[in-house]
């Protein structure tokens, strides 16, 4: 079916417009419910007893002391949850060479991070559960540690893992014409070494699970603060020796995830075991500092990177050498390998260039594992691209969005396969460029720049262009093996009183997925969105899907909606046209009621189509269908990812004196395909960017040599605040994909994307003729002053 979502004066557009989300009042009114909001007769308490030591073997677990404590019930080992539940291997068949061993809910012999479990103490009460905790007495012995990625393959360096052989978990080369031949004829190779520091994801719901086993009934059932509601329910089938059928996960409110709630968390699934074990309901709430110590991190590469170009500034060739560290295990099921095969993927994304040589090395080290976090490996690979770009243009002379221009994919091109073999279907990024120079006004910018600097003060204009992968197909993980659902899946039922239910395998998270979905399912049936009610997160009533990640929610989760809400207004207009005696492609819904589809005339109500459906069938002719429900699915086939893209701008200032940067302002113009609602998309756009000038700025975990975490409270650990962050302006090309008739992408991950490369462009432009430049993040003013070598090492 063709439909014409560029025209906005259409009968009843919903799609591309701005609707209200429909649990805005009840979110601020405080009636949101999460996980430890609830509470079940008989439900205990779970809190996990955590290694001190980086490294360390379990030579003995004491408990008489906890066991006495008023209210504990039982204490846990390894041991005792390993009779229940089955260790896992995270690997992906697709990613060659991949390896981690086996991990336990609860560590059996040894302790390989600090914060991983070794013991569980279960209480009627969570303070009789912790008070039980400080007494359990484990006796470690500590054993060597291994922390630095960049010696983890060193012959000296100890073996984390004996029976791997080596501290290598996987490395993938790519190359792409002759790289070395290239870089030899080149007029400017400029090369550079660049370190992104390991953080996470500060949710303000922490990681929340409530589990109950019903013997009588052989069900367990989860209430789960989780993106991936079926991958948990098969991981927690497999691993406890159920199956699917016989769990049931619910997810609810959700307050935050950016990827940290997509994965599979040992004391998770322990709690999981500990319910079937004890027969009733167990609860297990993170606390912020278990927050730090064992949600997953992210983003801890180093890399050296050359970029080489000709006399005109056209770039020639990339050649990029990436180090990862993943922790102590890789996470199970994504695996930990993909931030660093997606820098392989990434890197170089919106230029037009031929040579392309990239390595990553993925080793394992004595700290909390690494996975995926909110636009996974983009915010590396745009900032080596970026960064290295904008030395080039330095090198020549070049204005930076000229010689980004000079070596953009032209945007009639496509589609087009990049040296790294990822295919585009259609970008844009000249449009996308010229957007963002009109709103800015990039050379009034740059003559108010001027200005300032011969006042003696530095600031900088940096721009950043990028590519971002969405909607993945089975391509992602379905061909590696790992249950993880590439499709989705939504049905749509029209009640009695003309009022629609969708229920949908995407999740709500906080980013509007109900008030996407109920635009979608309002436009395809032709009834208001107050009219459609919105059903995510429960694996036993909702279709099966793969949840929301990797920004797939409008453009897999949103087309499945569309497919089934036009198939149920065929369905309807089949029954109203019998009803009316009239031909159903002279007729329309809009507004909730049937009308004639030339005239606009109003002929039924829906409410009175629903009647007489539901109540009196018999009036109806023997052998018409009259299901007033129709389930969906789409899967993407023709493309691995969407790809959408954009680019950014960061205008900033920098005191030479103090090394404070200052930011002033930030654009994004970013093509997410068809857009749904331009306010959700624009926020999230928003909220990304702050997470990028996180990373950018603010956002470091930092160990000692030992493996201790050293800044494991909010205290320490700075995130952006609001009085931190500039005006963000946010511009839009739309490049609808054609894989779909909704033609949505994804925008969740793009402000992530590129904002950090716009701030590290801005402070080294600003820092350009002081023989200052910056490369690792976050962009702390000691580090701004050491370039400037106002402060020696």
């Given amino acids: 079916m063709t439909i014409s979502f560029g025209n906005p004066d259409r009968p009843n557009s919903y799609i591309g417009k701005t609707v209200p989300r429909p649990n805005a009042g009840r979110l601020v009114e405080g009636r949101g419910h999460y ?105 470690f012995y500590p054993l060597p540690v291994t922390g630095d990625m960049m010696t983890a393959l060193d012959a000296d360096t100890p073996v984390l893992h004996a029976d791997m052989g080596d501290n290598l978990a996987f490395r993938r080369e790519h190359h792409e014409g002759d790289v070395d031949a290239v870089m030899a004829g080149a007029h400017k190779v400029v090369s550079a070494r660049f370190k992104t520091a390991r953080h996470t994801g500060v949710t303000l719901e922490p990681r929340s699970i409530l589990v109950d086993w019903n013997g009588a009934e052989g069900q367990l059932t989860a209430w789960h603060a989780t993106q991936a509601p079926h991958m948990i329910q098969s991981v927690l089938a497999q691993h406890l020796g159920l199956e699917e059928g016989r769990v049931r996960v619910i997810c609810g409110d959700v307050g935050g995830s950016y990827g940290i709630k997509v994965h599979v968390y040992p004391d998770e699934v322990a709690t999981a075991a500990i319910a079937k074990i004890m027969g009733r309901p167990v609860k297990f709430i993170a606390d912020r500092l278990e927050s730090f110590t064992t949600d997953i991190h992210a983003r801890d590469h180093e890399i050296r990177a050359k970029i080489a170009v000709d006399e005109t500034g056209k770039i020639l060739a990339f050649d990029i050498d990436d180090w990862t560290a993943i922790g102590a295990y890789s996470v199970y099921p994504r695996t930990s390998a993909i931030e660093g095969n997606q820098v392989v993927n990434l890197c170089g994304g919106p230029y037009d260039f031929s040579d392309y040589r990239a390595k990553t090395t993925v080793v394992f080290q004595n700290k909390t594992p690494t996975c995926q976090y909110r636009a996974v490996g983009h915010p590396i690979a745009v900032a080596v691209t970026e960064g290295l770009v904008d030395m080039a243009a330095a090198e020549l002379g070049m204005d930076p969005v000229a010689i980004r221009r000079r070596n953009m994919y032209a945007d009639d091109c496509y589609p087009v396969t990049s040296p790294a073999k990822m295919r585009f279907e259609g970008l844009s990024h000249h449009a996308s460029m010229d957007t963002l120079v009109a709103l800015m006004d990039y050379d009034g910018l740059r003559l108010e720049q001027a200005e300032m600097r011969a006042k003696g003060i530095y600031r900088g204009i940096g721009i950043a262009s990028f590519i971002e992968l969405t909607n993945p197909s089975p391509f992602m993980y379905g061909i590696g093996g790992a249950r993880i659902s590439a499709q989705d899946g939504c049905t749509v039922r029209m009640d009695p009183d003309g009022s629609l239910v969708a229920l949908s395998g995407v999740t709500e998270q906080g980013q509007g997925t109900e008030a996407m979905l109920s635009q979608i399912v309002a436009e395809g ?269």
């Fill in 35 to 139: 996980v430890d909001d609830m509470t079940l007769p008989r439900m205990v308490h779970v809190v996990f007893v955590r290694s001190p030591f980086a490294h360390a073997r379990i030579k003995g677990i004491e408990a008489a002391d906890a066991l006495a404590v008023k209210g504990v019930l039982r204490v846990f080992t390894g041991a005792d949850i390993a009779k229940v539940c089955t260790p896992w291997v995270a690997v992906l068949a697709h990613l060659k060479g991949l390896k981690s061993p086996p991990e336990h809910a609860i560590a059996v012999d040894r302790a390989c991070w600090v914060g991983e479990p070794v013991a569980a103490v279960v209480a009627t009460s969570r303070a009789a559960a912790e008070d039980g905790a400080a007494l359990v007495e484990v006796d």
């Fill in 525 to 793: 049936v032709g009834v208001s969105p107050s009219r459609v009610r919105v059903i995510t997160g429960d694996t036993q009533v909702t279709p099966y899907g793969g949840g929301t990640w990797a920004s797939r929610g409008a453009g897999i989760g949103g087309e499945a909606a569309l497919q089934a809400a036009l198939a149920l207004k065929a369905s309807i207009l089949e029954v109203a046209a019998s009803m009316l005696q009239a031909q159903a492609k002279a007729l329309d819904i809009r507004d909730g009621k049937v009308v004639d589809a030339d005239s606009g005339a109003e002929r039924l109500a829906l409410e009175e189509l629903g009647r007489i459906v539901y109540f009196r069938g018999d009036t109806l002719p023997k052998g018409l269908p009259r299901e007033l429900v129709q389930t969906r699915h789409f899967i993407t086939s023709e493309y691995p990812f969407a790809f959408t893209n954009g680019v950014q701008a960061s205008y900033l200032e920098v005191d030479t004196d103090t090394g404070i940067v200052k930011l002033l302002k930030h654009w994004c113009v970013e093509d997410c395909g068809r857009i749904i609602n331009p306010q959700l998309v624009d926020e999230q756009i928003r909220g990304g960017i702050v997470q990028g000038l996180g990373g950018a700025l603010y956002e470091e975990i930092h160990y000692d040599a030992e493996g201790q975490l050293l800044n494991g409270s909010m205290a320490d650990y700075l995130v952006p605040m609001a009085g931190e962050m500039p005006d963000m302006v946010i511009g839009h090309v739309e490049t609808p994909t054609m894989e779909s008739t909704l033609g949505a992408k994804g925008a969740g991950e793009a402000g992530t994307a590129g904002a950090p490369a716009a701030v590290m462009n801005a402070i080294n432009d600003a820092l350009r003729g002081l023989g200052a430049q910056v490369t690792e993040m976050p962009f702390t003013p000691e580090r701004i002053l050491r370039a400037l070598g106002k402060i020696e090492d």
